[in-house]
């Protein structure tokens, strides 16, 4: 059974850090694409950092570069994001999830396996 679990968040000032972790389960990171998405209230989902389990290529948006930095234990099988600088338009529910065959890392319907979130709330 795969299993999906972020941990993490909480409420932090404009300026603060965060880092959230995903503890997978059911399925071996080394063969699947990974990585974080949000979604903001009001707003669609969108690809926040991800990472292909092909040639490790990665994909930031362009508003989390330079603050947010992903990274990843494959012997624990755990994704984490450090998140710096953070930013109240940063504040949204952030999903960790897993795929198969990823072609467009920031496509979240190429992703199978989805975790329940955790929230992150940026306070100004």
């Known amino acids: 059974e795969v299993q999906i679990v972020e941990s993490g968040g909480g409420l932090v000032q404009a300026g603060g850090s965060l880092r959230l972790s995903c503890a997978a389960s059911g399925f071996r990171f080394d063969d699947y694409a990974i990585g974080w998405f949000r979604q903001a209230p009001g707003k669609e989902r969108e690809g926040v950092a991800c990472i292909t389990s092909t040639d490790g290529s990665t994909y930031y948006a362009d508003s989390v570069k330079d603050r947010f930095t992903m990274s990843v234990d494959s012997a624990k099988n755990t994704l984490y994001l450090q998140m710096n600088s953070l930013k109240p338009e940063d504040t949204a529910v952030y999903y960790c999830?897993?795929?198969?065959?990823?072609?467009?890392?920031?496509?979240?319907?190429?992703?199978?396996?989805w975790g329940q979130g955790t929230q992150v709330s940026v306070s100004s």
């Open positions: 999830a897993a795929g198969y065959i990823v072609r467009n890392l920031r496509d979240e319907y190429e992703y199978e396996y």
